[in-house]
């Protein structure tokens, strides 16, 4: 049977997210969030509707174009 992988380490520093709203200008979701969370760690991100969530985790992805700082895993900048 296979072993798990190892663990890895992750790293944000500095990310700020902005999206455009209905109106016609910007929101800023989070300025300046910096976090790590390292091997066999076990992360809950939780908080209201709007309060940048599912931001944060496309952040991660870079699915988000509107996003600044630095995302490392394993020392690897994203």
């Not at 890895?8 to 200008?25: E, I, M």
């Not at 790590?36 to 988000?64: M, Q, W, Y």
């Amino acid at each position: 049977m296979g072993s798990m992988s190892s663990a890895h380490d992750f790293h944000a520093t500095g990310v700020t997210a902005v999206v455009n709203n209905d109106a016609g200008g910007t929101r800023t979701i989070f300025k300046d969030l910096s976090f790590a969370v390292h091997g066999g760690e076990i992360v809950d991100i939780t908080g209201p509707s709007g309060s940048g969530k599912s931001t944060l985790l496309t952040s991660f992805a870079r699915l988000n174009v509107n996003t600044t700082g630095k995302f490392v895993l394993d020392g690897v900048d994203s």
